[in-house]
Nanobody
Framework: QVQLVESGGGLVQAGGSLRLSCAVS????????MGWFRQAPGKEREFVAA????????NYADSVKGRFTISRDNVKNTMYLQMNSLKPEDTAVYYC?????????????????WGQGTQVTVSS
């Protein structure tokens, strides 16, 4: 019904920048929130950033606040995550998600659809 595809991951040096994209296709609600999560090997999937249907409200995990910026383009049906000042601890598979609600959420259980993920590796 809803398909999400992440792209833009790769290998970068510490202090560098990377921009992730999440393309949404298929049938969706008119108003839906979106979010970015990440998962490192042996770790649980954790919240990174979220955005409401209009892009007017955002929320960030403390670990990325001030370094990452979430945005969305509803005409292109695409969400973005601009990542600056990257650290080795940012290394993980990054997932985008959609929830059938206008607002954002920080828990994985509150999202309805997920992408397959894109690998981000930050070297020292």
């Amino acid at each position: 019904q809803v398909q999400l595809v992440e792209s833009g991951g790769g290998l970068v040096q510490a202090g560098g920048s990377l921009r992730l994209s999440c393309a949404v296709s298929g049938r969706t609600f008119s108003y839906y929130g979106m979010g970015w999560f990440r998962q490192a090997p042996g770790k649980e999937r954790e919240f990174v950033a979220a955005i409401d249907w209009s892009g007017g409200r955002t929320n960030y995990a403390d670990s990325v606040k001030g370094r990452f910026t979430i945005s969305r383009d509803n005409v292109k049906n695409t969400m973005y995550l601009q990542m600056n000042s990257l650290k080795p601890e940012d290394t993980a598979v990054y997932y985008c998600a959609v929830r059938y609600s206008a607002g954002w959420a920080i828990n994985t259980s509150e999202y309805d659809y997920w992408g397959q993920g894109t690998q981000v590796t930050v070297s020292s």
